[in-house]
């Protein structure tokens, strides 16, 4: 940690470069902007801040499968060696940036100056829905706040790379393998295999987790119209399912007790 705090004491103008994504899951785009951050961060005797958020109350969902464990591994498997950057999970996005500022006070001389600089994906709302928090810092005595907007990746098909593309790539061969007997994580890897490489795996059924409750209408349906299913039905169908499973079970002791008393 030391090493890192390091880097910023080359400089009397303090430079905070940030990013808050919720990253479900991790995707070339994503990447792409983290390393260009990054680099233009460690360039300006900064370390950047990567916040890793989640869905409402960190519940995995259909849209938030990925828990940050599994997102804080891949990105350090991934960000090139050598890069200085810190990881932290989010809890409300305006204090952890505040949290990381005081923190990097604590270990060099005053600064002259303040800039933060949150990196964004330009795709919808993502480089101006956090715009109060650049109004909010750019309150702090001898601080600035901006925001600088990264065009997203483009897929082949020269559509916008997402991670909803992902999930629902995921989503799709998991209900084929329900219906058919496919095998989904194979038709998974086929598509993402060489950019998660040996996280393939991990990626996926952490996506599929939450589909494991829905029943295959649920998932047909949140395919088509991105509706997540609905608690007490996913609960119903869970319940129903355990039911049977006990039911079954207490069958086969009573088979084994009838065998016993003949």
């Known amino acids: 940690m030391e090493d890192l705090f390091g880097l910023f004491k080359k400089s009397r103008e303090l430079k905070i470069y940030y990013f808050i994504g919720r990253l479900n899951p991790p995707h070339p785009g994503h990447i792409k902007a983290l390393i260009q951050m990054i680099e233009i961060a460690n360039a300006d005797n900064s370390v950047a801040l990567i916040i890793l958020g989640s869905g409402p109350k960190r519940e995995r969902t259909m849209d938030n499968p990925i828990p940050y464990e599994t997102k804080e591994a ?4 991934i960000l090139p060696r050598g890069l200085k950057y810190f990881i932290m999970q989010m809890t409300t996005g305006l204090a952890d940036v505040d949290q990381w500022f005081q923190s990097v006070l604590t270990h060099i001389p005053p600064p002259t100056c303040v800039d933060f600089i ?6 919808g709302d993502n480089a101006t829905k956090l715009q109060y928090m650049d109004t909010h810092l750019s309150k ?4 600035k706040a901006g925001t600088i907007a990264i065009p997203p990746l483009m897929t082949i098909a020269s559509t916008e790379m997402s991670a909803t593309q992902v999930r629902k790539t995921a989503y799709k061969a998991h209900l084929d393998e329900v ?4 095998n989904g994580f194979e038709d998974f890897h086929k598509k993402y295999g060489k950019f998660y490489k040996e ?3 991990n990626i996926y059924m952490d996506i599929i987790m939450p589909a494991s409750e829905a029943s295959p209408e649920q998932i047909e349906e949140y395919l088509a119209t991105s509706k997540l299913p609905s608690k007490s039905k996913t609960k119903s169908k869970s319940k129903t399912k ?6 079954s079970r207490a069958n086969r002791a009573n088979g084994r007790s009838n065998e016993e008393n003949a």
């Open 199 to 201: 996280f393939t795996r």
């Open 242 to 247: 355990k039911n049977k499973a006990n039911a």
């Open 74 to 77: 891949f990105l350090r498997y």
């Open 140 to 143: 702090k005595p001898n601080c």
């Open 179 to 182: 219906r058919t007997g496919s």
């Open 118 to 123: 949150r990196f964004a994906g330009d795709k």
